[in-house]
């Protein structure tokens, strides 16, 4: 395991947000409780990746990294609760909360995953 897998993960998180992206585009709200659900599987997935990646190599920064991880999961837990509820499904704004997804997910990469790849230089 190492760098060259964990961007894959990250590329794949864009396949997953671009669904939502079409989703949103074409008016699907039914889409969105599948979707949610498969960032949930993905980002449980990945966070272990990253988890395992900076325990391996003794990273300082894993307990504060990890924290951020938890943080955004339980985000998407109240997403997950909310969108699978048919009668508020069609009240929530669906291009905020994708947007909101895809700027955590930027920001993290950007700031705070970027120095993974530093540990292998
Ligand atoms: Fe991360
Ligand atoms: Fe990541």
Known sequence: MGV???DDEHRYFLTIINKACDACARGNHQAFPLIIDEL???F???FETEEN???ETNS?????HK???QQFYNKLVSYYSMVYEDNRLFSIKLVELTNDIYNWWRDHVLLVDKKLSAVNL
Request: overall charge negative.
């Open 4 to 6: 060259k897998h964990i």
């Open 40 to 42: 949930l599987d993905h």
């Open 60 to 64: 300082p920064e894993l307990i504060a």
């Open 67 to 69: 924290i951020e991880h």
């Open 44 to 46: 449980r997935e990945h």
């Open 53 to 55: 990646f900076m325990a």
